[in-house]
């Protein structure tokens, strides 16, 4: 079973809309946590936010926003006002505490593109 | 920029064939991790390093070893290299386990 499911292959928006992304992650660990990272066309992964399992609240940041809801095991996150620049692929990511380390998961991630 | 650097840029190798990926994490990080990106596999966890030591592993097949060295740059080594490694091989550094992840601009290999 996947451990974090990105629903959504490919999203197109037309520039100004808002767009979600989703993310439904599965653990049975009480600690751990939640990323979002964004994959441009140029290659390179880019991280955008952490998240631990203690931390509910919802976090915005500029056009940015997720909101970790545990009760669903979700992590959405939402573009306000989708920009070109946020056309890219997006991977949610979930870690898990090990002994010594920890294990990490990604989605099979969303591609957005945002049409001019 | 990432502060995170990866060599080569590019690869290419036949079959049967062993390579060396090496990685200098962003200064100050003591934690490194490898990850491969293939179209079929998606993006896959391989290994994890902290100060020389390794910490968990992944997906990481007994073809493939991983070693984080004093200065803490990393290598991964890949053996009997088969078509399935072509890939993009990721190398990615934190400040410590399970924080956020700093990655570098990938290794392209090519397995002909």
């Known amino acids: 079973a996947q451990k974090v499911t990105q629903a959504q292959t490919e999203i197109s928006v037309v520039e100004k809309e808002d767009v979600t992304l989703d993310c439904v992650y599965e653990?049975?660990?009480?600690?751990?946590?939640l990323f979002w990272y964004k994959q441009p066309p140029s290659g390179e992964l880019v991280f955008l936010i952490r998240?631990?399992?203690?931390?509910?609240q919802n976090e915005i940041s500029g056009r940015y926003s997720w909101n970790f809801q545990k009760s669903t095991s979700s992590f959405n996150f939402t573009i306000t006002a989708s920009q070109v620049v946020d056309s890219a692929v997006y991977f949610c990511?979930?870690?898990?505490?090990?002994?010594?380390?920890?294990?990490?998961?990604f989605g099979t991630g969303t591609s957005l593109t945002v049409i001019p | 920029d990432s502060g995170v650097t990866q060599t080569p840029k590019h690869l290419i190798t036949a079959t049967g064939q062993r390579v060396t990926l090496r990685c200098s994490p962003r200064?100050?990080?003591?934690?490194v991790y490898w990850y491969q990106q293939s179209l079929d596999q998606g993006l896959q966890f391989l290994i994890q390093?902290?100060?020389?030591?390794?910490?968990a592993k992944g997906n990481i097949l007994e073809r493939f070893s991983a070693q984080q060295f004093p200065d803490l740059h990393s290598e991964l080594n890949l053996s009997s290299l088969e078509l399935g490694d072509s890939a993009l091989y990721f190398c990615?550094?934190?400040?410590?386990?399970?924080?956020?992840?700093?990655f570098g601009p990938g290794t392209r290999l090519t397995v002909t």
């Open positions: 200064s100050g990080d003591l934690s």
């Open positions: 390093y902290y100060n020389g030591e390794e910490r």
């Open positions: 998240r631990n399992s203690f931390d509910e």
């Open positions: 990511a979930l870690s898990e505490a090990l002994l010594t380390g920890n294990q990490f998961y």
């Open positions: 990615a550094s934190s400040p410590d386990v399970a924080y956020e992840q700093y």
């Open positions: 653990t049975r660990d009480t600690t751990y946590y």
